[in-house]
């Protein structure tokens, strides 16, 4: 039985890969000490794999080296996949604590890393990395301010979206930004450096049902959950007109098994929903409050985010040149459907 390693297994993203490796018959072992509770005081509700045979769960921060070596000597060569999710996720969280988020982001992925290269070198290695990286890069595009979203005009070289020779130099990336560029930077030059199987993935807005949004992080879920529990919502800054991609958990999860498939050394994608799955703050709002038949109760500030992007969408152009089967299954319209369906039911 071949073995799949998932850091941050709890999480929407590890949870998604845990499931979907169960169900191929592999043996999944999730990292995961559900620092989420201690990031945004609430718990993580996606930890619905611990009960299966072909999952096994350890209770460990990925800071710590011992125990992460141990684990990795454990399944040694029988590992064939790492997929690396565990991260401190907000870039508002980051400037809180600098010292636990980059320990966490950077450090953290150096030990999965280092275990990888030592016990496990013909495994490959996905990470799951952020548009972050380009920092606040983005809003230096020739946007268009419309009725509801800032916009591209069709004939600007972005118009389909980011690709991944942006720069991510000379920008405020906020802190989270940085610790997780280092990672990105350390994945990419194991990969390159040690000729091993690394894949990352700097995603755009990456979402799902099991997505346990909290202000400040994960906007759509966060959104969704004000809306049905009537709870007040504060838009940061930008007129309430940022643009966001969504990409479903299952498509982003899709795309790294494309990867592994047919891994290649220290590559770099960009992945989120692209122009098949974007939407405004305040056309999310608009069409959930279509949907719901209801009202939100939200204030637009002034301030915005410090290094928040004003229009992202992801070009995945280059992912599809290399792995032209993959497709999307969901587009912004599902994935919210499905989100007030599962918030309905709580």
């Not at 969280?93 to 290269?117: C, M, Q, Y």
């Not at 989270?176 to 030059?189: I, M, N, P, W, Y």
């Not at 990409?247 to 290649?264: G, K, Q, T």
Request: glycine share 6%; net charge negative.
């Amino acid at each position: 039985m071949k073995v799949v390693i998932v850091t941050g297994s709890n999480g929407l993203i590890g949870n998604e890969v845990c499931k979907f490796y169960i169900e191929r018959n592999f043996l999944v072992v999730g990292i995961d000490n559900n620092m989420r509770e201690y990031f945004f005081g609430v718990k993580n509700t996606s930890n619905g794999n611990q009960s299966h045979t072909n999952y096994i769960h350890y209770d460990v921060d990925i800071r710590d080296n011992e125990k992460i070596v141990n684990i990795f000597k454990t399944y040694n060569s029988d590992i064939d996949l790492i997929v690396h999710t565990a991260a401190q996720p907000s870039h508002d969280w980051a400037a809180k604590e600098p010292l636990t988020d980059f320990t966490v982001n950077a450090l953290g992925t150096l030990n999965i890393l280092e275990s990888f290269r030592l016990y496990s070198p013909e495994a490959t290695f996905i990470f799951t990395s952020t548009n972050k990286v380009y920092g606040d890069n983005p809003n230096n595009l020739n946007l268009i301010e419309t009725s509801t979203r800032w916009e591209l005009n069709e004939h600007d070289n972005y118009f389909n979206g980011i690709d991944e020779n942006m720069s991510i130099d000379n920008t405020k990336h906020s802190l989270f930004g940085v610790s997780k560029a280092s990672a990105d930077l350390l994945v990419q030059e194991y990969g390159k450096y040690f000729n091993l199987k690394t894949g990352i993935f700097r995603g755009g807005c990456l979402t799902g049902p099991l997505h346990a949004g909290a202000e400040l992080h994960g906007f759509l879920s966060y959104l969704v959950k004000c809306f049905v529990n009537e709870t007040h919502y504060t838009i940061f800054g930008y007129k309430g007109k940022q643009v966001r991609d969504n990409i479903h958990s299952y498509d982003l999860v899709s795309a790294f098994n494309e990867f592994y498939m047919n891994p290649r050394i220290g590559e770099v994608y960009n992945i989120g929903g692209s122009r098949h799955s974007n939407i405004s703050m305040l056309e999310a709002i608009n069409k959930i409050s279509d949907i719901m038949g209801k009202k939100l109760n939200y204030t637009i500030s002034s301030n915005n985010r410090i290094g928040d992007h004003i229009w992202y969408i992801s070009d995945v152009s280059k992912f599809k040149t290399h792995y032209p089967n993959w497709k999307y299954e969901y587009n912004i319209d599902d994935i919210i459907n499905e989100m007030i369906n599962y918030e309905l039911k709580k």
